[in-house]
């Protein structure tokens, strides 16, 4: 038979104790008490109040919006005027002319209004439905028909 040692241990269903993270003192006293090691970190921002940083986040914000990109420009108010007055005269509706050009009407309504950022596909096809330039220079004048060869 083999020798056996009747007076080692071994203790089944015992875990060791896995770090814990605790934010009171009291848990922070007890373990210090049971001779646990203790290690304490703080906070880079710890008790800082967020909203109200120091005046260098407001500098380079500052500094941010001064660099910002431009707003995209609107179209020109000639342009504007061209597309309503050639529309008027061929007796159609923003609703008829939207229609056509496979568009809502409320874009058509921001071109004649000048609120519309240019597009050049909106504005090749309402050249195409009015009958009339809209960009480059001679804005208003009336196309002529396909150029012949």
């Avoid at 002319?97 to 496979?102: M, S």
Wanted: without cysteine.
């Amino acid at each position: 038979m083999t020798e056996v040692d009747w007076d080692s241990k071994t203790v089944i269903g015992f875990r060791k104790q896995a770090p814990k993270v605790t934010k009171k003192d009291s848990d922070l006293n007890a373990a210090r008490r049971s001779g646990a090691v203790v290690a304490t970190d703080k906070k880079i921002a710890g008790g800082g109040n967020k909203a109200h940083q120091g005046t260098d986040h407001q500098r380079i914000a500052k500094l941010d919006r001064e660099n910002e990109v431009a707003p995209p420009s609107k179209i020109a108010p000639s342009v504007g005027r061209a597309i309503q007055s050639a529309r008027l005269e061929l007796k159609l509706s923003q609703k008829d002319v939207a229609q056509k050009i496979n568009e809502k009407p409320s874009i058509l309504q921001d071109y004649e209004s000048s609120k519309a950022i240019p597009n050049p596909q909106i504005l090749g096809k309402l050249e195409r439905v009015l009958g009339v330039k809209l960009r480059g220079s001679d804005i208003g004048k009336k196309l002529e028909g396909p150029k012949k060869s």
